[in-house]
């Protein structure tokens, strides 16, 4: 057995190399391209904000029109500041594009911006998810050519847009409402609906359709309470924070 293996794993260990060295790079370039995120952040940066579409998005009566990053930056005209700005990306998203970031940086701080909204059920499972994951396949720690089969055999998280409203709807009826008084409503699923049957009333005691419509749209958008202790974001977090450890530790 050992006689038939060894020829396969140097084989395996050829094609990977092969791989690695002629095709890789134009994968990259195809289904990750996100890479080139962190590709631009300049070799003497010291500071990095990580945004979302948050950061870049303005009003059309906006005097300022910078980023978020920009204005922070600003308290600190002495440090080399960057933003690594991504629409839809997470926690998970930005863990995986710092583990590239080359071991000679001179990162020192990294900003971790949080969206209140990004905790609600139809962002964790927002249609934009399943790119979001296949872009992140070929930057997994695994050998590129492992990498590639993974990406191939769609090996990441994978969902039509009626599974995700499927899953945001589920989540609804599932997290339940903990609160240290008595509140009337289990889920958003039930407040929502009460809400829509209820209705907000104008002064003239006729409910009002427009505010009830956006009364529901906030309680779907922010009906919601964060577990630090066991939400997938304190996980990423941490390992953010153990990443950027390993990193002062290696210099």
């Known amino acids: 057995m050992a006689i038939k293996l060894v020829p396969l794993l140097v084989l ?16 990259l370039q195809k289904y ?23 950061n870049n998005t303005v009003r059309g009566d906006d005097l300022d029109k910078r980023k978020i990053s920009d204005f922070t930056a600003d ?14 990306a997470h926690a998970e998203i930005f863990k995986v594009l710092l583990a590239h970031v080359p071991d000679e940086s001179e990162l020192e701080t990294v900003i971790v911006t949080l969206t209140l909204r990004s905790f609600n059920a139809q962002w964790i499972h927002s249609p934009l998810e399943t790119a979001l994951q296949k872009s992140l396949v070929l930057l997994r720690p695994y050998p590129p050519l ?4 993974l990406l191939s055999f769609k ?34 699923r039930e407040w929502d609906r009460w809400m829509a049957q209820t209705g907000i009333m104008n002064d003239s005691g006729e409910v ?15 009906g919601f309470q964060i577990d630090t202790l066991s939400t997938r974001l304190e996980r990423e977090l941490m390992e953010i924070q153990m990443f950027l450890s390993g990193v002062k530790e290696r210099r």
């Open 12 to 27: 395996l260990l050829l094609i990977n190399l092969l791989y690695t060295r002629f095709f890789f790079e134009k994968d």
């Open 155 to 188: 090996a990441y998280d994978i969902k039509d847009s009626e599974e995700r409203t499927r899953d945001f709807q589920k989540q609804w009826e599932r997290d339940k409402f903990h609160f240290p008084y008595d509140f009337p409503h289990d889920n958003v």
């Open 75 to 88: 308290y600190y005209p002495g440090l080399a500041f960057y933003d690594l700005t991504k629409p839809a």
């Open 146 to 149: 492992v990498n590639r089969f």
């Open 32 to 54: 990750s391209s996100i890479i080139k995120l962190v590709r631009d952040i300049p070799p003497d940066a010291r500071v990095i904000y990580l945004g979302e579409s948050s």
């Open 208 to 222: 009002d359709r427009e505010q009830t419509i956006l009364a529901c749209h906030y309680i779907k958008a922010y």
